[in-house]
């Protein structure tokens, strides 16, 4: 399979309360999506997003994109070891090479989204969302408000 390479910053927005946890305490809520279980960054600071993806209040900056993915992909695998986890670049208005879960239509491009998944090795297995906690990332990450001057 091709080799993403993460990018330096990902982005997340959202009310501040959800970010807040994500940032003291590393809670990130995994949600069905294509028979995965999704968690979608944007790669980019972009103020139009708090509109676009309202009623977002707050932007979650990681700075350490590499230390939060393999953190992230290791809580998941304690939590669900009969799951395979990938992560890359949503492709928006042609089929994504990683699938249909990272392949959405090209009015969603400006969300330049790079997204997690974990799919089952279990043909029955069931989707529900699933919180995980990978530890404080307050380190390598911070909230910034709309506001917030550009990185």
């Not at 600071?45 to 590499?66: G, M, Q, S, Y």
């Not at 695998?77 to 986890?85: E, S, V, Y």
């Not at 090479?97 to 997204?115: D, I, N, P, V, Y």
Request: charged share 20%.
């Amino acid at each position: 399979m091709h080799d993403y390479q993460r990018p330096p910053t990902l982005h997340r927005y959202a009310l501040h309360a959800e970010l807040d946890a994500a940032l003291r305490g590393g809670q990130f809520r995994l949600v069905p999506s294509g028979g995965f279980l999704t968690l979608s960054f944007s790669q980019a600071w972009d103020k139009r997003l708090f509109d676009v993806l309202a009623p977002a209040d707050t932007c979650l900056v990681i700075h350490n994109t590499e230390e939060f993915g393999e953190r992230l992909h290791r809580a998941v695998q304690r939590m669900l070891p009969n799951w395979a986890g990938i992560d890359g670049p949503v492709e928006y208005g042609s089929r994504s090479r990683l699938g249909a879960a990272f392949t959405k239509s090209l009015a969603h491009s400006q969300e330049q989204e790079w997204q997690f998944a974990w799919r089952s090795m279990s043909a029955n297995a069931s989707l529900h969302p699933v919180t995980v906690n990978i530890g404080s990332i307050e380190q390598f990450a911070e909230l910034r408000s709309r506001e917030s001057h550009l990185a």
